[in-house]
């Protein structure tokens, strides 16, 4: 959904491997998660508790909260808010429980 | 009570929070920056030590601005904690945040909130399918990752943010479709009065129709007037396909790939909600503002907010009123006498006098339209539990006076995002139907934590000298 500026500029930069649900793809480094996930079109990112409708990042500044998805074994991660890290793996998350993990 | 561990907490690296720490330091104070980015910058100056020079010069200017403030900033010789969410702060002014997933508190005699603005939220129906965003978040995008919307773009609403990331949309190889302008047709009239004053500030009105040029130039169509604006799903797609809207009496239609919303910038105010500091309602930004004096200062001695946070203003006053803070707190915490203080506050205030001069133009201008809040019944109005604006209607007919009634009633509000996406509707539709004024109405209850924090992390502060918090900057 989204693509680079510079499609050649982009092809120089440092990249990392990240898994989208256990699909192995190179994103350019220093990005939040959340625009690499529009690049690679990995749209929706969740369906929600209530209706179980498709959702995808609305602010990527972290108000929304829009963009949750599973990072490392951690769930509801705003993947506006972390940056891609190589070998990170991200799962969308398909039907789940209401966003827990409040203390 | 914890024993101080600065003079002065900043929360919020933008060019409020910056500006702060560099005036600060320059008197003397032990500052301590928490910022949740993982780089300074802000909204406005988001990721400006870190992007390309083709994108710098996309962004132009007043975009490449931001890096000398940057610069100044990082030599300021302040405490930077970047990726530093603050979740809690106490009324004596403890603020607690996470960093790498570990809690940890500072404390000072002074607190300043730089946290910022946000945009207003924009429930039109379909509204939350997947390829509908903000406007903001489209250029976020270039400025985090150097991309834009693949196909076709469609903006919907106004304000000077929209025209500027439509312009810079454009210079990046952007294909805009259209601009659904939903200014309604009364605005003009109601900026005239304020155009006198908004004449002393040519250089950005001229901005301004530079910016229109530029739009008109490019051939992009523009719809003006536009009311019942609808996002409609390509078929079978889990995707916004097409914008339709009424735009001077006839239907109109728009194929879209990304639809981009903006109906203007409001301050963020979760964490000054959570400290229970006065607040004031602004009837023509349709927003809450802390109430602040002319240091900053809130209701909360100590507790200073400065910057969009305070009332939106833009990137140059923010960085105006973070300096007037800081001094405020100079003067607070003894560092700095109080005529010495006028003295150097005066150049600020001047150019806080300048920016706010072309305000009353621009809020009268781009006020949002009133059939934002008297949207359709079966809108959503909380994206994250899902309530309609009909279910509010209905529960303030039952009785509901205010917005806490209602969440407790229907869980509006109380998803993940806390309420800041629907807050602002709640607090205006009640307000409307029960015929009270939205001051009266009032607005959610924030508590801490501000956002999800794990038991580990917060099992962190039980320990905290044995806590190796990752390198700062
Ligand atoms: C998406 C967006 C784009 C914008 N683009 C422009 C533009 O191009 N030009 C322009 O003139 N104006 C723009 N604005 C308006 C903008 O609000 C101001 O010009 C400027 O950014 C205000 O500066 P500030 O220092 O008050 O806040 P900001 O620049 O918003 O900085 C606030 C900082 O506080 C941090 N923060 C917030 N809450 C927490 C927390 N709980 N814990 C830790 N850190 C926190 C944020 O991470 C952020 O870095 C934009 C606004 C938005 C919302
Ligand atoms: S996109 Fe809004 S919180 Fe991440």
Redesign the pocket.
Known sequence: MFKPIDSRAARQLPTVAIHIDGRAVRVAAGQPLATALLAEDALPLRYTAVSGAPRAPL????VCFECLVEVDGRRNVQSCMVEVREGMQVRRLNGAPRAGGMV | MSAYTHDLVI????????SAAVTARQQGLSVVV????PR???????DVTKASPAVARL?GP??RYGNALARRYADSGAEVRPG????DIAQDLTVT?QQANLSFSVRAPQLLI??????HPSPLPGWTLPGVM?A??A??AMKTSASIPDGRAVLVGGGP?LL?VACQLLRAGGRIAGIVDTMPAGNRGAALPHLPAALGAPAMLAKGLGMLGTLWRAGVPVFRRAEDVRMEEADGSRRVGAVSFSSEGRRQRLDADVVLLHHG?VP?T??TRLLRVAHQWSDSQGCWHPAVDAWGETSLPGCRV????AA?A??LA?EAS?AIAALGAAVAVGRLETGKAATLAGPWRARLSRQSRIRPFLDALYRPPAWLIDCADDTLVCRCEEVTAGQVREMARLGCQGPNQTKFFSRCGMGPCQGRMCGLTVTQILARSVGRDPADVGAYRIRAP??PVTLGSVAALAEPDRITLPPAG
């Open positions: 602010c990527l500044m972290g | 929360i919020g690296a933008g060019p409020a929070g910056m928490l910022d949740e980015q300074p910058g802000g909204q406005v100056y988001r962004l007043a975009y530093s969410l603050v979740w945040a730089a946290s910022g603005a946000m945009e903000n903001g978040a250029q976020i943010l500027l910038v963020n979760q964490i400065a910057g969009d946070g939106i833009g990137a923010a973070g501000l956002k």
